[in-house]
């Protein structure tokens, strides 16, 4: 049974792959038919990377770390503000600025948990 599982999780990864490098292509060629390149963009190909990335490492070690879908968390989010904010007051994206903090914060307190820094690592003699 747990191999069953091990094959599907492996199958349905490598169609993630796959439809993740079809959206990188065609998000290729629509910023080569508009012949524009806008940080909306730019962030929505890093999503795509750090995707891959996921796709890399749970290939490789069959789990996912918590900092990966954190970092996707944050540039979707600052991708959303982006384009939000075009059509939005600036004021009314306070609460998604906040969010975005939050989970910056989240990543650093997770990279540094089992760090000397916080001395979380630290045993009572």
Known sequence: MKNIVKQIQLAV???ILIC????IVLELKNMFINQTVGL???LLLFLYLEVLAMIRV???SQTIRITLPLLIAITALSRFIILQGKEQDPMALVYEAVAI???AIAIVVIR???SDKLGLNKKKK
């Open 20 to 23: 993740t490098i079809t959206a």
């Open 58 to 60: 749970f290939w490789d």
């Open 13 to 15: 990864l490598g169609i």
């Open 40 to 42: 909306a963009d730019l």
């Open 112 to 114: 540094l948990r089992h």
């Open 101 to 103: 903090v939050l989970i």
